[in-house]
């Protein structure tokens, strides 16, 4: 009989598989000892790292998670004074303009845009948080937890994305740039949580909360520049609710299914992007005041003057995130508002034909939501003029803009 050594000798193969083997077996009962020992060391399974999928919890449930995004690169070169707010122009050619929800992916690290409006913005918001602050910030005993976790969660991205204006200090974030200090710890807390908020970031923000019907609820917001609509006016409203009662266009037929159905499925570490675009026959960032007085119940855009100057024309856009926190299950909704003169956004290459034809494409109930009875003849001809000066000047060539992509 031949020894296992000259076995090996002669038969190399032979000798791999075996080692294959017993390299197998270790890493098995490695694997399997850590794994015992990780049930046996966490006997209390919350906060939990999984959920039961939406279709398993009970509607209003949610079983906090411990969640977090990796840390943000800083915003590369940032500078409150230098960097420009993203040029977003999320209109597209017509000739059929489709209502969609328009949901994109988007990346945890680009949360939160800042640029060298900052200053401007945290003027008025403060302005206003000092004078209305209560009927603009506000929450929802049910939506608390929701409200300090997003506090604590912006307190801990802030400083890491713009360090050149925010450092975590041991009780909260301060803000160098504006010489503020908050301190997020202390009980009770210094002003409402949705106040600080404001204060911190140039967006508006809501909270929705489920409830226990399943349906998610406007619980929390701090809405310091709206423009449009009112905080007091769709507070503890649901989704439809909040959509029905500003007629917004094909909201039934469209959008409450895909909306509803992602509010119950959104999880930590997923967050969407949505831009829009309105006109404005005024330069009120906070509030649209040719649509009446903020704290008149009946704004709307039949009180609007018709064909005003084009000076007096401005482009909203908002640039809208969605996520779901970790720990209370609340879905945080960011909306930033980008705010210039027509005049000014009209001088991009392409801009002013492209949102002519995108006007155009409006059906009877689009442009009636976005109130375009009021601007349309001033504003279509001083766009197709523009156009065609970028056309005649050799700026743009007809038709080609192939290298620009939404929402751009
Ligand atoms: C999947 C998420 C959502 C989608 C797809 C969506 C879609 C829309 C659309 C299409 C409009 C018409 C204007 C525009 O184009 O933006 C609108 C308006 C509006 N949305 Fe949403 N929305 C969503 C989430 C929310 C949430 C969470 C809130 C909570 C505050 C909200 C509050 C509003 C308000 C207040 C308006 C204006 C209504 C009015 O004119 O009175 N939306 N939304």
Redesign the pocket.
Known sequence: MKSTAVMFEEDPILLCLVIAILLATILAKTYSSRSNAQRDVSPDPSPSTTQLSAGKRNPGQWIPMDVKASDPPPYPDWDVKTTKPLPYRPFKYGPTYF?T???RKGNLDDWIELDNEYLKFHTVKKERIESRGDRLCKTAPEALDAAIELLEMLCDYLPKRYPSMFTKTSVGIDNIVTNEAFNIVRRPLAEEPMKTIGRLIQDDV?I?VEGSDGQ?Y?KS?SIIL?G??KLEE?FNMN?SE??T?????QFREK?EK??VN??KRVMPGDMVI?H?YFMQVDDGLAWSHSIGPEDSPHAGWFTAEKDKVVENHWFRS?R?T?RRLPRSGG?A?TIRTYFHPVTEVAKEPYVPGRLASAIRSWGDDVAK?KGSEKYKYILLEFLDRENQKQIDSGLIAEGGESHLKYPY
Do not use: C, T
């Open positions: 209502v929800m328009g949901l809501a929705m998610s406007l917001g709206p449009f609509w769709k989704l909040i959509h009662s500003g007629d917004v266009p959008l895909g909306m992602f509010f949505r829009n908002e809208q969605l879905v909704f939501y």
